[in-house]
């Protein structure tokens, strides 16, 4: 074979090589095109964990969360909900965010000052003016302000659920008067702010892990508790409690927290799902929680609770008004600019 036609051989069989890896590349660039949006993130699998009841509006509001987020993801967010403390208490659920063990889960903005000290003043009674004003707390700066500062701790608000008034049940008699209240054994969450007030309120708190109210107040270890009226009955505290009194004492926010170690396994397009899915839930748990809320006290009548309206709250909130002056004295700056911050939003 001459030397010209084996250098024709090798020419051809170059060419055909060539030819092979363009072709090959150009489909595997067909393919890459073609596939489904949200198709190249990574699944990964939420844990969800809630306070409440699967029926409370509150667990409702984390599973249409997972409802938007597995749809608007194409299914590479999954979000698993555990209602009713199933994975662990408020504190185990902080703590287990922190540490990475646990994905996401509910908290009062009060429980969560184990973090960050200067959130205790938010469930501090009759902070508010009503709930109006409670929201623009949370939907602006201040809720942006409260992000920040959470995740230095090592989680972040994904959301704040409303969780609707906190009032009083006893088995004791009817509180129409600050009078009434005095030295009534009353369950409180374990936060500080909350211990705080009912102490100004002449009560004793006396505080508790949120799973054995029921039996506490079945076993008469207390006289009463204070909750919101969806938490009244999605419990069944109508089944040991006999007076429901309307104090009003504090307008109750749950915020949707997730670990910063789980945030961060998410893919920056999962991340904007997830915080857009979240302002839809928001806005549907804080709807139905509204309803709710309209309806509740009807039915908790029909199920042989004494209801009473209270006349006069201002003895209750001159009552708690010295809590402000303690708490700027335990927290300084943060807690003075916290509170102007919030009554700068009262009337707006």
Not at 206 to 234: R, W
Not at 306 to 311: A, F, L, S
Not at 332 to 342: L, P, Q, R, S, V
Request: glycine share 8%; charged share 25%.
């Amino acid at each position: 074979m001459s030397k010209f036609t084996r250098k024709g051989i090798m020419l051809a069989v170059t060419g055909i090589f060539l030819s092979t890896t363009l072709l090959a590349g150009c489909g595997g660039g067909d393919k890459k095109a073609a596939a489904p949006a949200g198709g190249a993130d990574k699944k990964i699998v939420i844990k969800c964990g809630t306070e409440a009841a699967a029926s409370h509006p509150e667990s409702k509001g984390a599973q249409k969360l997972a409802e938007l987020v597995k749809a608007k993801s194409n299914g590479s967010i999954e979000i698993q909900v555990f209602d009713s403390a199933k994975l662990g208490s408020m504190k185990e659920r902080c703590e287990g965010m922190r540490m990475g063990t646990v994905d996401m889960g509910t908290s009062s903005a009060g429980f969560l000052a184990s973090y960050v000290p200067v959130m205790g003043l938010f469930d501090l009674p009759y902070i508010y003016k009503d709930k109006a004003h409670e929201f623009r707390v949370f939907d602006g700066d201040i809720g942006k302000q409260i992000d920040k500062k959470m995740q230095e701790k090592g989680f972040r608000a994904i959301c704040y659920f409303d969780m609707g008034s906190r009032q009083v049940t006893n088995n004791v008699k009817p509180i129409n008067t600050l009078a009434d209240m005095k030295n009534m054994k009353i369950r409180t969450p374990q936060t500080d702010a909350s211990i705080q007030g009912f102490k100004a309120l002449g009560a004793a708190p006396t505080p508790m892990a949120f799973s054995e109210v029921y039996m506490a107040l079945q076993q008469k270890v207390v006289d009463g508790q204070e909750n919101p009226l969806s938490i009244i009955m999605s419990n069944k505290f109508y089944e040991v409690q006999k007076y429901l009194s309307m104090t009003n004492h504090q307008l109750f926010i749950q915020v949707l927290s997730m670990s910063e170690k789980t945030w961060k396994k998410l893919s920056p397009n999962q991340q904007k799902i997830l915080m857009e899915c979240a302002k839809e839930a928001q806005a549907y748990e804080r709807d139905i929680a509204a309803k709710e809320e309209k309806e509740l006290v009807d039915t908790l009548k029909g199920k042989g609770m004494q209801v009473n309206e209270i006349k006069d709250l201002k003895p209750f909130m001159d009552a708690c008004t010295s809590l402000r002056k303690t708490y700027i004295q335990k927290i300084g700056k943060d807690a003075e600019d916290m509170f102007k911050a919030i009554d700068a939003l009262r009337d707006k």
